[in-house]
């Protein structure tokens, strides 16, 4: 299906894909890796809440997914 091995996170969602009350969203996540100079594949939306996602590629060319299916909590 994939042409190397994929790493995937899912904000919001326990190993038994339960969701969450609360977890950081992917925008955070995607926000704090580029602060830190990390080179993204693909983007989130910053402008959007809800689902979605951003991808990296690891030091030995392999895709690391963060997937968020669920909306994030408004406080």
Do not use: C, Y
Not at 41 to 66: H, K, M, R, Y
Request: charged share 25%; proline share 7%; net charge negative.
């Amino acid at each position: 299906m994939f042409e190397r091995n994929m790493l995937t996170f899912n904000p919001g969602w326990t190993s038994n894909k339960e969701t969450l009350k609360e977890f950081q969203d992917v925008r955070e996540i995607q926000s704090l890796l580029k602060s830190r100079g990390v080179q993204l594949q693909t983007e989130a939306d910053v402008n959007t809440d809800g689902p979605a996602s951003f991808t990296l590629v690891d030091p030995d060319g392999n895709p690391i997914l963060f997937d968020q299916h669920v909306p994030k909590a408004k406080r």
